[in-house]
């Protein structure tokens, strides 16, 4: 399997998340070659704001994540927030993939700004998105919370962008 291939599972895991009414993001992480954690953002089904996709994924893999850091790769739709990039480095994520970041709200960027602690090689994370991006957008567009982003003009439908050569 490939960037690809876990990225396709990541959208399953989106795809559960439009289902149940969430922000429609999904998350798993590989280690060796195999899916040792998934999960899909539950924010308004758990009641829970810190119910991300990428922090309940990582939460579940904890225990294998501690003994093996530096070496698992986290497969989201949509670039990690503060919160979640936070958790990636403290979980010793050795890579974060991601898919889009359609209202810029994504903290990746932070990599280059961090406390000098975090700046340690320990702490150091691989970046890479666009990986099956148009597969990642169409689920998140289709998602109810994703309709008060697009009023408040902080996204655009891919036909309006298009439109405007963004």
């Given at each position: 399997?490939?960037?690809?291939?876990?990225?396709?599972?990541?959208?399953?895991?989106?795809?559960?998340?439009?289902?149940?009414?969430?922000?429609?993001?999904?998350?798993?992480?590989?280690?060796?070659?195999?899916?040792?954690?998934?999960?899909?953002?539950?924010?308004?089904?758990?009641?829970?704001?810190?119910?991300?996709?990428?922090?309940?994924?990582?939460?579940?893999?904890?225990?294998?994540?501690n003994k093996n850091h530096?070496?698992?790769?986290?497969?989201?739709?949509?670039?990690?927030?503060?919160?979640c990039f936070g958790a990636s480095i403290l979980s010793r994520i050795k890579k974060v993939v991601c898919g889009i970041d359609l209202d810029h709200s994504g903290a990746m960027y932070f990599r280059n700004?961090?406390?000098?602690?975090?700046?340690?090689?320990k702490f150091s994370v691989e970046f890479q998105n666009g990986i099956l991006a148009d597969e990642c957008y169409n689920v998140f567009i289709q998602g109810e919370p994703t309709k008060g982003l697009i009023k408040e003009g902080l996204i655009r439908k891919k036909q309006d962008a298009d439109k405007l050569n963004l």
């Open positions: 399997m490939d960037d690809t291939d876990y990225m396709k599972e990541a959208v399953k895991e989106a795809e559960i998340a439009l289902k149940e009414g969430n922000w429609p993001i999904g998350c798993v992480i590989v280690l060796d070659g195999k899916i040792i954690s998934r999960s899909h953002n539950q924010v308004y089904s758990k009641k829970d704001k810190l119910a991300h996709a990428e922090m309940l994924a990582l939460k579940l893999a904890s225990d294998v994540l530096n070496k698992a790769t986290l497969y989201t739709t949509y670039e990690p927030c503060p919160m700004n961090l406390p000098l602690l975090f700046k340690q090689n």
